[in-house]
Structure formats: C-alpha cells, structure tokens
C-alpha cells in the first residue's frame, strides 16, 4: 500500500503502534536495570552477611548464621543497638508531644506570622545536619553538658519534629472543620473532640508519624556524629566507626538487622497509609 | 493558639536557631588554634575561605562534584520517572517500592554496600576482569568516581520523585491532541511532555544540588582525602585541625547555600504544585 493511502487506513496506526511497543520495551529493560542498581548496594550486605568464613563477599561460599550470632554476643552493637532503642522511643515521644499541637495550630488557626511559624518547624529539614550538629556540639561545650543519651535524643527531637508536623498537618487540613464546630455546639468538651473525633480519624498519619519518626532517629548518622560520646553510642555510629577500620561478614549481619528494622516499619506503615502520600 | 504551637517553636528556637547564631558568633573569632574568645570580631576566616588554595579547592570540588550527581541523576532518572507516571502496572508500583525503600535505610548501611561492592575483590572488579576490561582489580574505593556512583544510588530518589509526581499531574488530552495532530511520538515527547515537566526537573535538581553540598557520611566512608569536599573539610577542621573558628565559617557558608537551594526548591514546587 502506497503513502499516499488515506491517513485512516489501518497500516499507518499499526505500525506506530507497533514501534510504541519497542520503544515501550527498551523503557521497562531500561528501568529492569535500574531496579537492579538501587537494589544491588542492599542485597550484596544482607547477601555477605550469611558467610561461613572470615572473607567479606557476594554471594557467600555459604549460609551460616555465625556472624549473627557474634554480632548479638557483642556488647558493644547489643549497647549500641540499646542506645538507640531507648533514643528512637523518647525521640519520638518528644517530636510528637510537641509536634501534633503545633500541626494543630498551623491547619486550625489564621494568626500573623503563620508562614513564619511554619518556615520555622520546617527549618531542621533545611539546615544540613552536619552544621546543625557541630552548632549543638559547640552550644553543650559551651555550657559545658557532657554528651549523653539524653543530649542525643534532644538533638534528634529536633530532626523528628518536621515530620510529625507535615503529616499530622496534612491530616487535620483534611478533616472539615465543621465536624468539630457540630460537636462543639451539642456541648462536647474540647478534650472529648480530641480525643472521640479527630484522633480516630487522623489515626493513620498518627502512626505514619510514629513510625517515620522512629525510623529518622534510628538510623540517623550524621547529628549523631557530633553527639555521641565514648560510652554513649547508636547503631549506626557504631557501623560507620567499625567499617572505617574493618570490613568483615560480622558487620554485614548487624547493618542487615539495621535495614530489617526499616522494611519492617516500612511494610507497617504502607499497611496503613498510602506511601507516596507521607514522602511529599 | 500560641499554646499549641508555642512549645514546638521554643524548641527549634533553643535547640537550632541559637545554637546557630553561636556558631556564626564562633565563626568571626580569630582564626588558628586556641581562639582568644577577647579578639575583636573579624571576617578573616570567610576572607580566608576564598581566598586560601586548601579552602577553595574544597568549595570547587564541592560544587563539581555537585553538578555531575545532578546532572547523572536527572539523565539517568528521567526515564524512570516517566515510566512510572505512564504505567500503572505492578512492576511500577514496585519500581517505586524500590525508589522509596533505600530512602529509609540508613545511609551508612548504604554506603557499606558500596564499599562491599567497589572492593578490591568486589563484584564491580570481578565483572570488570571477567569480561576482560582489566587483569588486575583496580582500585575503585576511595576515589571520586566512587563518591560520584554513590551519591547518584543515593539521591536519585530525590529527583525521580518531584519529576514523577509533574508528569503524573499533566492532562493526557495535551499529549492526544498533539499526536492526533500528526506529530510523532518522539515528537510529542519534546515538545509537549518535556517542556511541561520542566518544573518537576527544576525542583529535583535543586533538591539533588542541595543535598550533595551537605553530603557527609557517604564521602566520609568510601571517598578519601583525595576528594576534597565542603563537609568533609568542616568535619577535619573541627575534629582533628581544631581549627574551630575556621570550620563554623564553613559550615555558615554551606547552610547559606543548602537553605538558598532549598528556599528555592520549595519555592518552584508551591509556584507550580508539584
């Protein structure tokens, strides 16, 4: 059939469409590859973990659990891995205490300076970590506080705070205003409102927040840096210190318990919230 | 009202923003060891910044370093991003599994993955020596090339996402009626789609560009000293230099660039809702 067919006739879309297909392809090839190369850095850690000598590789000359278990008769991971626990738990608590009032604040009430207030409990999303660190470490030297897990957890409240704000924030803008004015006007307490409507309905953001914000302080690095102290370290302060000087299978297995605590919390968290929704 | 978000915004005022201006207060002292907190106040530090060879290097190296992770990422993230805007297949929706997952694993683990993988016996060599491009392993580790890779695995996130989420909002009439107009896919590609994901690419750049300057443990682990970089020189300078007064300048300077940058980001995805 000639060109100069008329432009309905039906080779003209088959052949585009089937060029669609190739190109169609070479994308998903494309992105196949891609897959492979954020997933590789992950899978060659969990893959050495599970080696039966001393050589840290991928794949392993084997599956043995030996380095698991040198790794959690280690005092100074299981301490570390307390450490960080106790720091993710209290963090947390913190970021909320102070985080779901504010996020309350910010939907509910038009005041002056709204924006500001906003910019403001944005701002530890902003300021790299590493000067935010070093500006707490001079400011405790300063008043002459010695680090300890408490100072940590202060400064990862800090980090922690944004998130709870953005997504608990995001989460009464969406309720109507109007649900808490109807039971306001059938006489219900201030509390009874908090705590009989709009906590049901913020529920999943709550956890989202929880989780997220758990998961910011544990496997934090870089505040920590500045913050920890002889005696007082976190997990992954205690990897980054080991690889500096030794790779070996032992930490391979404790980075991979690292990683499993987040694809835990990870695959909680999608349970309840779209995930997409909460990384905005 | 100021009870609700009062607390919240005491802390970031005593825990960030002082702290802060202290540091910027410690950064106008005399330079060299053992500051004299009595000197005057002074700008020699930032003089020194731009002026000394050591310093400068580090802000170069910082900022070109800066522009090949954008510019890798954007090129490499592209397509991703387009593909999970147009498909809605399961192998997409696991595609973003993938993008979002390492965003919540710890950079250090991430960075050891690399080390694992860059090695002198790591799987990079032996591909490398198995398919014949060398006999001996190279040395991949520690070198700027290895920052470069793992900074890339790393912020690709950052600029598949801003993308993804502008080409997901645009109206596939536009693209329908530009192809039922005559133009050929490729065609439709340039003229339509690109042109109107440029706010998406604008905040992913920024976005990449701002976290490459505060960048620290990746560099810290598998670059060497040989990769001089803004965070990298902060750290020594405080750490082990002691050199307090020099490494707060820097680190002032760095937050006037990262929060610039981000200012910027957040300003061009408000402008255009991405």
Known sequence: MSDLAAPNSIPGPRRRKRRFDAAHLALVAYVVLFVLFILAPLVVVVGSSFEPRELLRFPPQGLSLRWYYQALNSDLFVGAAWNSLIIAIFATLGALLLGVPAAYGLARFDFKGREAVSGL????????????????????AGLQIASSVLTLTLGHILICLPYVVRTINSAIVGVDRSVEEAAA???????????????PIIRPALYAAILFSFLMSF????LSLFLVSARTSTLPISVYNYVQYSLDPAIAAVSTLLMAVSVVALFTVSRLVPLDRIKQ | ML???????????????LPFIYLVYLSLQEGGHGADQTAALSLANYVEIFTSR?????????????????ALTLLIGY??????????????MFTMAVIILPLFVSVVVRSFGWMILLGRQGNVNRMLMGLGFTDKPLQLLYTPGAVTVGLVHILAPLMILPIASVLRGLDPALREAASSLGASRAKVFWTVTLPLSLP?????????????????????????????LMATMIYQQVMTANNLPLGAALAVVMVVATFALLALAGFIARRHRV
């Open chain 2, 3 to 17: 009870g609700a978000v009062g607390p919240a915004c005491l802390y970031v005022v005593i825990l960030l923003v």
């Open chain 1, 219 to 222: 496997d934090n690095a870089v």
């Open chain 2, 54 to 70: 050591i310093y400068l290097e580090s802000l170069w190296g910082t900022l070109q370093l800066g522009v090949a992770v954008t």
């Open chain 1, 185 to 199: 006007n059938l006489g219900a307490a201030r509390w009874r409102i908090y705590l009989t409507i709009l906590l």
């Open chain 2, 79 to 92: 397509p991703v991003a387009y593909y999970i805007a147009q498909s809605g297949s399961r192998f997409a």
């Open chain 1, 121 to 140: 409990l944005n701002s530890p999303l902003l300021v790299p970590e590493l000067v935010m660190g070093l500006a707490l470490l001079q400011i405790l």
């Open chain 2, 200 to 228: 998406g690419v604008a905040a992913g750049c920024v976005l990449v560009l701002a976290h490459v300057i505060a960048a620290f443990v990746l560099p810290a682990l598998i670059g060497s000293d040989r990769v001089k």
